[in-house]
């Protein structure tokens, strides 16, 4: 009964690839994140939901694209993979949107391109 | 735009002994803090958060944090780390009112040692 959950917890793969990481909160939050974390911890905001509309979409490459089927899920897919993109991923959520809102993370999915 | 500085990257401290991870924030707006913990393999879980009313806030385990709004600081402590505090500590801020990101810091590894 994991809170917010994402698959898969780790994604190697070649330059050129496609690939999507899944995300998936059974908290009943109405806003969702993904969140870049690079080699020196840095955490990025990339992309915010509430309620299945996009809130925020920081400077990220267009080869990123959020999709939210429901307010439950928000799946992050990623074409053509460059080496730059290798981070851990996370996927978040809180109750609803505002900068007080508690924010509850997905345990991150570590993309390795290669 | 702000910005969260964490100037220790890494705090080694004896089992027992206090402990305080520095964070330094500046913001053109008033602000919310907040730390949040990630143990190894897992996700960031919220510490603690000061978004108004007294400075001085605390967390279930026992850290507390000071919002000092001259020093433009919220410094983690602990009067006596246990080897289970031993994790990673990002320090985040967001302007308050309406909906704006939260920006994290680079994080502080906490090495508690026996």
């Known amino acids: 009964d994991t809170a917010v959950s994402q698959t898969p917890k780790y994604l190697v793969t070649q330059m050129g690839n496609d690939k999507s990481i899944k995300c998936e909160q059974n908290l009943g939050h109405d806003t969702m994140y993904w969140y870049k974390q690079d080699s020196k911890k840095f955490l990025k905001i990339m992309f915010s939901?509430?309620?299945?509309?996009?809130?925020i979409n920081e400077t990220v490459p267009n080869r990123f694209s959020p999709k939210s089927p429901d307010k439950a899920h928000l799946n992050l897919h990623i074409n053509s993979l460059e080496l730059g993109d290798s981070a851990v991923y996370f996927c978040?959520?809180?109750?609803?949107?505002?900068?007080?809102?508690?924010?509850?993370f997905g345990q991150g999915t570590r993309l390795t391109v290669v | 735009a702000q910005s969260v500085t964490q100037l220790d990257s890494q705090v080694p401290v004896f089992e027992e002994a206090p402990v305080e991870l520095r964070c330094n924030y500046s913001s053109s707006v008033s602000v919310y803090l907040f730390w949040y913990v990630q143990y190894p393999n897992q996700g960031l879980q919220l510490l603690l958060k000061y978004l108004s009313g007294s400075t001085l806030v605390e967390s279930i385990n026992g850290f507390e944090a000071e919002f000092n709004k001259s020093q433009t600081s919220f410094h983690l402590r602990k009067p006596s780390v246990h080897i289970s505090d031993t994790a990673e500590y990002f320090c985040?801020?967001?302007?308050?009112?309406?909906?704006?990101?939260?920006?994290f810091g680079t994080g502080t590894k906490l090495q508690v040692i026996p």
């Open positions: 978040a959520s809180s109750l609803y949107q505002g900068p007080e809102a508690e924010a509850f």
């Open positions: 939901y509430n309620n299945k509309e996009l809130i």
């Open positions: 985040a801020v967001s302007g308050s009112g309406g909906y704006q990101k939260v920006t």
